[in-house]
């Protein structure tokens, strides 16, 4: 009798292993789906913004706007980093995803069209 009961309880045991394995991979699938999906769009959108040719001065406003009370009105730092000579340090594509990812706590992600991401990167490379 105990190898019946050992044969049901193998049976049992891989019945719940098979639904735990489907479940996680089931999981993981999923994860990946979002995952790929949102990188997907995160490249689409730094493609558009890096076509165009942005506007300094324009940038330089949109700086003035949303950025001088972490990075002070000369983009030398207060809360956050002093901001000169950042583009020798990170590309192009590193500061989108900085700027919209808030990648660096205390750092807010913001939500920026691809034409002013575009003007504020031209702004950022006066900061040389």
């Known amino acids: 009798m105990s190898t019946s009961s050992s044969t049901a309880a193998e049976r049992n045991f891989k019945r719940e292993f098979l639904k735990i394995s489907l479940i996680v991979f089931g999981v993981l699938l999923i994860c990946f789906s979002i995952f790929f999906l949102n990188h997907h769009e995160n490249n689409k959108y ?3 913004t890096l076509e165009l040719n942005g506007s300094a001065e324009e940038g ?3 700086f003035k706007m949303n950025c001088v009370g972490c990075h002070g009105i000369t983009a030398r730092g207060l809360v956050g ?3 000169h000579s950042i583009t020798k340090r990170l590309n192009d594509k590193q500061i989108i995803k900085q700027v919209t990812g808030g990648l660096t706590p205390p750092m807010p992600s913001f939500e920026i069209d691809p034409v002013n991401m575009s003007n504020l990167l031209k702004y950022l490379h006066t900061l040389e």
């Open 46 to 48: 730094i493609i558009a």
């Open 60 to 62: 330089d406003a949109l």
């Open 81 to 83: 980093p002093d901001l």
